[in-house]
């Protein structure tokens, strides 16, 4: 098994809502990312998990949560959001943070309204 | 920021031709990769040069490194309809990927 897979692939929520996108690996990838991507823009880091533990948070709002609850899977847990939070939310894998290059998934396009 | 910069925004050739995309970037790295993505979905890794290598070849990619420019550039060579897509590079400052602003190449058949 060679992908990343996230569900669901569209989401509609309301601002009061919560939501959670999941993701799945079955690399054995040690290393997993959660990304935003607005349109016509390039993805932005949001969270890195190394061996299951949280490196990385780039500043980002306590409305997005994030758990690994293990090695192969990665959530991202949405309350309250904002319409300017609607994006493109992409996950991905490496066997090693930064240091291979990443499997991404095809990502879970999120309106908020 | 640490985000790379890349040249041109946008290419548009025939099929056939050869496509040169280029990246900037601030600061140390210890890799360098390019991505494309097609239709706002998902991204493909296409290659990674590492911080000492000065050139790599992937089938009709070509990815060089200069750390003392502190640039890298991408060619897709004999380009197909099918390349058509968005291209980012993607500095590796340590556990963090940062994609730059990307090209969008169109080719034409």
């Known amino acids: 098994d060679t992908e990343v897979t996230q569900t669901p692939k569209h989401l509609v929520m309301g601002m009061t809502n919560k939501k959670s996108l999941k993701c799945e690996q079955h690399?054995?990838?040690?290393?997993m990312y959660w990304y935003k991507q607005k349109a016509k823009k390039p993805p932005e880091l949001m969270f890195v998990?190394?061996?299951?533990?949280?490196?990385i948070n780039e500043s980002v709002p306590s409305r997005f949560s994030p758990e690994c609850p293990n090695s192969s899977l990665l959530n991202l847990h949405l309350h309250a959001l904002q319409p300017e939070d609607s994006a493109l939310y992409l996950c991905?894998?490496?066997?090693?943070?930064?240091?291979?290059?990443?499997?991404f998934g095809s990502g879970t396009r999120l309106t908020v309204v | 920021s640490q985000q790379g910069e890349e040249d041109p925004q946008a290419l548009s050739i025939q099929e056939g031709e050869n496509a040169t995309m280029n990246c900037s970037y601030k600061?140390?790295?210890?890799?360098l990769q390019w991505y494309r993505q097609n239709s706002g979905r998902g991204l493909v890794h296409l290659i990674l040069?590492?911080?000492?290598?000065r050139e790599k070849h992937s089938g009709r990619l070509r990815v060089t490194l200069d750390t003392s420019k502190k640039s890298s550039s991408l060619l897709i060579t004999a380009s197909r309809a099918a390349d058509t897509a968005s291209y980012f590079c993607?500095?590796?400052?340590?556990?963090?990927?940062?994609f730059g602003a990307g090209t969008i190449l169109r080719v034409k058949s």
């Open positions: 991905a894998s490496s066997q090693d943070a930064g240091r291979e290059g990443y499997t």
């Open positions: 690399m054995g990838h040690r290393a």
């Open positions: 998990y190394s061996y299951e533990k949280l490196s």
């Open positions: 600061t140390s790295i210890n890799n």
């Open positions: 040069i590492r911080s000492n290598e």
């Open positions: 993607a500095p590796s400052y340590g556990n963090k990927l940062v």
